[in-house]
């Protein structure tokens, strides 16, 4: 009990910057995936087919080798970024494919009668979007999207792989000094569940605020 006090201060600076990574995939994730999204869903065939291979290709591929390859891959080509931004660059790549599906399959719930009395109206095609079409996708969006925001939270500890001292290297390099694993991994198992347990709890609250009802 005594080593999982006296390591929370050096485990607070690896926390910070687990919820730093994964607040910024989230937002750049967000903003791409629904433009990929609604590109995919109402674009023309150049501009829908690669993204539709991106998404795939994305999707297919696991986490941890998507990390690897953007981390060693990304000097070969000139481009010298540090380790923190090619974990972020991977990370936001892989879940803004994945926000990208969520966008697509929430915008073609909507009937197309709605698109075409939008039309009727005289309503271009970003009004159609942000007052017609987005308002009404908002309920099929969020509960999938919550779900994205917590593998991006439990994605973040691979950052660790690439010498980010996240929570999950913080919690390594505290049983490298102290040589008691189980209590620093149940610890660092509880502040995790507790990130995600509350997500969760927001994920439940937006999709019973914005469900439908159901006759």
Known sequence: MNVMINSL?????????????????VVAAFVLGISLGVGLSFGPRWVAW??????DLIRGLPLLVLIFSVY?????????????WAAIFALAAFQSAHVAEVTRGAVQSIPPGQHEAGKAIGLTFGQRMIYVVFPQALRRFLPPWINTVVSTVQGSAL??????????????QVIGRTFKPMPMYILGALIYFAINYALSLISRTLEARFAYVRE
């Open 72 to 84: 060693y891959m990304l000097p070969l080509t000139g481009v010298n970024v540090t380790s923190f």
């Open 50 to 55: 690669p993204i539709r291979i991106y998404s």
């Open 159 to 172: 950052v660790s792989l690439v010498g980010i001292v996240d929570l999950m290297l913080a919690i390594q």
């Open 9 to 25: 201060p050096f485990l607070w600076q690896g926390l910070l910057v687990t919820l730093q990574v994964s607040a910024i995939v």
